[in-house]
Every structure is written in structure tokens, then in C-alpha cells.
């Protein structure tokens, strides 16, 4: 399972296109059979190239294996990210 948590830079309209279209991006990189890695690696080539336009998101990016219960956690310029067990430790 994959989830994921995007903050467009700014406020307002322009920060919410930004955010829904990396969320956008990030459905079809995922869709596409690519691991995580590999779909994360063409998003930041991606706005790296693009960098003129001033257009950039934080990323909260969970990998879930429901199996196992394991996440794998990747995070581009977002505030800290807490997660809490069952027992509720941090």
C-alpha cells in the first residue's frame, strides 16, 4: 500500500495545484510497476529540471507492507513525521 502526504510551496489555489498534481504524478509512477525508489527518483529529476518555476512540495511517502506490517518512509522537506505503535510508543 502506498501513501502519500503532499504541501504545495505558497498558499491558496497555486499551492493546492501543485500538491494535487505531484499527488497525480505519484498515482501514475506507482501504477506504472516502478518501485518506490525508482517512481521517487523521476518525481525529484523531474522538479530539480523544472526549477525556474519556482513550483515545489514537501512529500510525505509511506510504503506499506500490510504483511509484514513494515513501512519503508521517505520524506522530501517535510516537518518531522511521528509514528506511533500499537502500544503507543513514538
Known amino acids: 500500500m502506498i501513501a502519500a502526504i503532499c504541501d504545495g510551496m505558497g498558499k491558496g489555489l497555486s499551492a493546492n495545484i501543485i ?3 505531484t499527488l497525480k504524478l505519484i498515482d501514475e ?3 506504472a ?3 518506490s525508489e525508482t517512481s ?5 529529476t523531474l522538479y530539480y529540471i523544472q526549477d525556474y ?3 515545489y512540495t514537501t512529500i510525505d511517502y509511506a510504503e506499506i507492507d500490510k504483511n509484514s506490517g513494515e513501512m519503508l518512509l521517505y520524506k522530501a522537506g517535510a516537518a518531522i513525521t ?4 500499537k502500544n503507543n510508543d513514538i
Open 82 to 85: 511521528y509514528i506511533i505503535h
Open 19 to 21: 500538491s494535487s498534481k
Open 53 to 55: 518555476q519556482d513550483n
Open 29 to 31: 509512477l506507482t501504477n
Open 33 to 35: 510497476n516502478m518501485t
Open 40 to 44: 521517487l527518483q523521476i518525481l525529484n
